[in-house]
């Protein structure tokens, strides 16, 4: 017999599964991939370290980091069919930008590399699928954006690792090791975070059986809406709309009384603040610099105004703000700040999709209805 349960609005707080990759606990401030605290992995690891824990279950030893290494960076090169589809694909979505180019060239990747059903796969198939499309996301990424500015891409070397060369194939120079680090932890900081909306896509399109390239194409495009993953660049363009100290107060009074959300302030799980955005501030700081001093003076002062104006709640800077701030400062061009952020969650996208692969039941929820009265008679046609 068929039952129906009432749920919150956007499921949120339900339990939909069990999952050992991860957790946030937002009254904490805290989230963790497998065992390990996320921040303390950015701080001390390697992203190929997280990348491992993330699909094998266990930080690699020496040994191991070599051979993971050496198994995927061979794989950032495309095949040549996806390759030569790329400057076509560039124009085509010119007024997009990267991250809509990378749905259709990660469907082709797909295609072109004879990608299977999750279903249809033992699950070393399918993890080898889950290797290649991540190793070929950034190259994607660095190749659209390039193209779309008339440059050439540029290829990416075996000998650095992912987040040196992540940034290597964007500028087309050697990459700053400083700047490289702190790249590095901001991806390793955001591979996973929960059940967000893009990783919840990506499961439930594994719970059909669909292949990796489709799960992680959906994914993508969740994260593409502004509510999810646009918002490092528009924090950023609210430091520009600012523009000095003098203009902050008003500014922002002005916003939240009229309703407005303040990019880069609040989030749906935490209670207390961000420990992406704690992370990322002591990068900034590290750096400094009079953006780095400006967007501090504007954290302060838009506490103090939200807790003022909205007491009682808990608005703190989220992920977005101070990852902007650090991107902008690494020379990372605000068109790649949201594919920057994809570059490193379609690890935890993958590390989904395989766990999600394990397990048979489709994801098949209901909706209640609320239109007009059925059946109704059709009216004859005139």
Known sequence: MNTTVDVPRGLAGVVVTETEIGDVRGREGFYHYRQYSAVELAGSRGFEDVWHLMFRGTLPSAAERAAFAAETAPLRRLPA???????????????????????????????????????????????????????????????????????????PRDDLPYAANYLYMLTGGEPDPVRARAVEQYLISTIDHGFNASTFTARVIASTGADVAACLTGAVGALSGPLH????????????????????????????????????????????????????????????????????????????????LKPGRELHTNVEFYAGVVMELCGLPRAMFTPTFCAARVV???????????????????ARYTGPLAPQPVPAAD
């Open 81 to 155: 069919a996806v390759r030569d589809a790329l400057p076509g694909l560039a124009r085509a979505t010119a007024l997009s930008g990267p991250l809509a180019g990378l749905r259709t060239a990660l469907s082709l990747l797909g295609a072109s590399a004879g990608f299977r059903p999750v279903y249809d796969l033992d699950p070393g198939r399918r993890a080898a699928d889950a290797l290649a499309a991540c190793a070929a996301v950034p190259t994607l990424l660095t190749a659209l954006h390039r193209l779309g500015q008339g440059q050439e891409p540029v290829e």
């Open 229 to 308: 993953g646009g918002a490092p660049s528009r924090a950023l363009d609210t430091l520009d709309a600012i523009g000095t100290v003098e203009r902050i107060e008003p500014w922002i009074r002005e916003r939240v009384l009229a309703g407005d959300r303040i990019m880069g302030f609040g989030h749906p799980v935490y209670r207390t603040e961000d420990p992406r955005s704690r992370m990322l501030r002591d990068l900034a700081l590290g750096f400094g610099g009079p953006l780095v001093d400006f967007a501090v003076e504007v954290e302060r002062q838009v506490e103090r105004i939200l807790a003022e």
């Open 348 to 366: 935890g996208w993958s590390a989904n999709v395989l766990e999600q692969a394990a397990d048979s039941k489709i994801i098949r929820p209901a």
